[in-house]
């Protein structure tokens, strides 16, 4: 992944109504959602929703599918690996990261 390809996804992600339909739709998976049901959950306006939807799409998280005359949001899970890679390439100098149990357990010990 290229700095530019990041930096559009953080762009996108950056505002707090797409954050919120980004992780709701990661939450449906390959099942997805159509526009009226994350207006039903979030209770966003329509247009408002097309906006963020739109710049979603644009940074490549969103796969949009037409079946009928309904359009399905997925999450485009290959980005969000590419991503999650990306930020944690050369991650700890080279050396095998904590695991994230070792990681939760001291965070919990230390309250």
Same mark, same amino acid.
């Given at each position: 992944?290229?700095?530019?390809?990041?930096?559009?996804?953080?762009?996108?992600?950056?505002?707090?109504?797409?954050?919120?339909?980004?992780?709701?739709? $990661? &939450?449906?998976?390959?099942?997805? !959602?159509?526009?009226?049901?994350?207006?039903? /959950?979030?209770?966003? *306006?329509?247009? +408002? %929703?097309?906006?963020?939807?739109?710049?979603?799409?644009?940074?490549?998280?969103?796969?949009?599918?037409?079946?009928?005359?309904?359009?399905?949001?997925?999450?485009?899970?290959?980005? $969000? &690996?590419?991503?999650?890679?990306? !930020?944690?390439?050369?991650?700890?100098?080279? /050396?095998?990261?904590? *695991?994230?149990? +070792? %990681?939760?357990?001291?965070?919990?010990?230390?309250?």
């Amino acid at each position: 992944m290229k700095n530019t390809d990041a930096i559009s996804v953080f762009l996108a992600l950056g505002q707090e109504s797409r954050l919120n339909i980004f992780r709701l739709i $990661v &939450q449906r998976g390959d099942l997805g !959602l159509t526009p009226s049901e994350i207006i039903e /959950k979030l209770g966003i *306006p329509n247009a +408002t %929703l097309s906006f963020h939807l739109k710049e979603l799409a644009q940074a490549n998280l969103l796969l949009v599918e037409r079946q009928s005359r309904n359009l399905i949001y997925r999450p485009n899970a290959s980005l $969000v &690996q590419n991503l999650s890679a990306f !930020l944690l390439d050369n991650c700890c100098g080279g /050396k095998s990261c904590a *695991p994230v149990d +070792t %990681l939760k357990k001291s965070k919990s010990k230390s309250k």
